[in-house]
């Protein structure tokens, strides 16, 4: 059973940053799809990001382009979100989740088979 585990969570003023950590165990990462999601309080959870596992292609909502990064290291088996200028509305808890799909414009949850435990952002003055 792949298992994940995200950190690098925290509390962070508008226009800090974060870089959240995804590590996968159990399994190699070059095989599967990585997405990051969040779930802000009262909402349903989105797809935030993601990037394939052949070609490296990545995705992007629009809230988040030219603000995120997201990446993977296949050595260390883990995929990073790099959260720049970050704003009120990007708080939530985010998770990571591994999919033997493309990735794909609009990550869908239903696409993802396996699931982190989340970790929090809170954007806060």
């Known amino acids: 059973q792949m298992q994940l585990v995200e950190s690098g969570g925290g509390l962070v003023q508008p226009g800090g940053s974060l870089r959240l950590s995804c590590t996968v165990s159990?399994?190699?990462?070059?095989?599967?799809?990585i997405g990051w999601f969040r779930q802000a309080p009262g909402k349903e959870r989105e797809g935030v990001a993601c990037?394939?596992?052949?070609?490296?292609?990545?995705h992007y909502i629009g809230s988040v382009q030219g603000r995120f990064t997201i990446s993977r290291d296949e050595a260390k088996n883990a995929v990073y979100l790099h959260m720049n200028n970050l704003k009120l509305e990007d708080t939530g808890v985010y998770y990571c989740?591994?999919?033997?799909?493309?990735?794909?414009?609009?990550?869908?949850?239903?696409?993802?088979?396996?699931w982190g435990q989340g970790t929090q952002v809170t954007v806060s003055t």
């Open positions: 990037v394939g596992s052949s070609d490296g292609t990545t």
């Open positions: 989740a591994a999919s033997p799909l493309k990735c794909l414009a609009s990550p869908r949850d239903s696409m993802y088979n396996y």
């Open positions: 159990e399994f190699a990462l070059d095989h599967y799809s």
